[in-house]
C-alpha cells in the first residue's frame, strides 16, 4: 500500500469513527456565524444544561446498545424515579436524602425486571422494555394523579448552580466519566462488547449472559432514573409526562456518537458528543426562530441520517 493510499485510508477510517464530532464542530461554525448569540457563554452553557438530561439516559443506553439491545422505557423510567423521589417526600413525608435514594433505586428495579425479562424470560428487549414504558408510566399517574408534585430540597440542588457552572452539566459529566470507566475499565464493560459482538460465541466462552444483561439493563435503569431526578431538579417538582419521547433522543445520541444497533461499538464520548450535538441543533433552530413543528422534522432527518451511516459504516468496517 503506498502511502498517499494509507493516509487516506487512516483519514477514512477516523472520519467514520469521528463523524458526528466533525459535524458538531461544522455546524456550531455554521450557527457562530448563522447568529451572533449562539457563539455567547450564557448560550452555550443552556445547550449544556438542554444536553445534560439527555446525555445521562443516553449514557445508560450506550451499554444496552453495546450489548445489541435496545430499551425504550428509559423515558418513563426517568418520570418515575423523579416522582418516587417527589412523592415519598410531600405526601408521605420521608426525608429527603431517602426519597433521593427511592428514587435511583427505583430505576435500577426497573432495570433488573425488563433485563430478566429479557434474560430469562426470553422476551424481545423491544417488547419487555415497550412493557416496561407502560408500566413505569401508569405508576407515574398513579403516583401523581396526573398533577406535578414538589421535590424535596435534597434533589433541588442537582438543578441549581455552583458559580457559574450548572450543576446538570456536572452531572452529566460526572456520568459520562462513570459510562466511561465502566465500558473500558471493568470486566462487565468487556463483557457488554462480548455480548454485542457474537452472544453466543461469548456464552461459549464462560461468559455469565443472564448477569451481564440483568447488570446492562439495571445500570440503564439508574441512569435514566438519575436523569430523572436531574430533570425534577430543574423544575423544583416532578411532572407526570416528564421525559415523554427521551428514549427516542437516547438513542439517536447513542447512534450519532457512533454506536453500532447491532451491538458491540459504542463509547461514552461518542454518546455526550451525540447529545450535545442534538442540543446545538434545537438550540440552533430556535436561535434562528425556526418552528418547533420543523424542528421535529429536521431530527427526524438527523436520526435517519445517523442510522443510514451507521449502516454504511458497518458495511465499510466488514469489507
Not at 417488547?127 to 408500566?135: E, F, R
Not at 439495571?218 to 425534577?232: E, R, S
Not at 411532572?239 to 437516547?250: F, I, K, R, S, V
Amino acid at each position: 500500500m503506498t502511502t498517499s493510499a494509507s493516509t487516506s485510508h487512516r483519514l477514512s477510517g477516523w472520519l467514520l469513527n469521528n463523524g458526528a464530532l466533525v459535524g458538531l464542530l461544522i455546524l456550531c461554525a455554521g450557527l457562530s456565524l448563522a447568529t451572533p448569540h449562539f457563539i455567547s457563554a450564557d448560550n452555550l452553557l443552556n445547550v449544556g444544561v438542554q444536553a445534560a438530561t439527555v446525555a445521562i439516559i443516553a449514557f445508560g443506553m450506550t451499554f444496552v446498545i453495546v450489548t445489541g439491545g435496545i430499551d425504550l422505557s428509559v423515558g418513563a423510567v426517568a418520570a418515575l424515579g423523579g416522582m418516587v423521589t417527589a412523592y415519598f417526600w410531600a405526601d408521605l413525608g420521608l426525608p429527603g436524602w431517602v426519597t433521593v435514594l427511592l428514587g435511583l433505586a427505583t430505576g435500577l428495579v426497573c432495570g433488573m425486571v425488563a433485563g430478566a425479562a429479557i434474560a430469562v424470560g426470553k422476551l424481545p428487549a423491544f417488547i419487555a422494555t415497550l412493557a416496561m414504558m407502560s408500566i413505569t408510566r401508569g405508576l407515574t399517574l398513579v403516583l401523581s394523579q396526573g398533577s406535578p408534585v414538589a421535590s424535596p430540597p435534597a434533589a433541588n440542588w442537582m438543578g441549581e448552580d455552583i458559580g457559574v457552572m450548572p450543576m446538570p452539566i456536572v452531572m452529566m459529566a460526572l456520568a459520562g466519566l462513570v459510562c466511561w470507566f465502566i465500558l473500558s475499565r471493568t470486566v462487565l464493560g468487556r463483557s457488554m462488547y462480548a455480548l454485542g459482538g457474537n452472544l453466543e460465541a461469548a456464552r461459549l466462552s464462560g461468559i455469565p449472559v443472564r448477569r451481564v444483561l440483568l447488570s446492562t439493563y439495571a445500570l440503564c435503569g439508574v441512569f435514566a432514573a438519575l436523569a430523572g431526578l436531574v430533570m425534577t431538579a430543574r423544575l423544583s417538582s416532578a411532572q407526570p409526562n416528564a421525559g415523554t419521547g427521551y428514549e427516542l433522543d437516547a438513542i439517536a445520541a447513542v447512534v450519532i456518537g457512533g454506536a453500532s444497533l447491532a451491538g458491540g461499538r459504542g463509547g461514552a464520548w461518542g454518546t455526550l458528543v451525540g447529545a450535545i450535538l442534538l442540543a446545538v441543533i434545537r438550540n440552533g433552530l430556535n436561535l434562528l426562530n425556526v418552528s418547533s413543528f420543523w424542528q421535529q422534522i429536521v431530527i427526524g432527518i438527523v436520526i435517519a441520517l445517523a442510522v443510514g451511516f451507521d449502516v454504511i459504516r458497518n458495511k465499510t468496517i466488514s469489507q
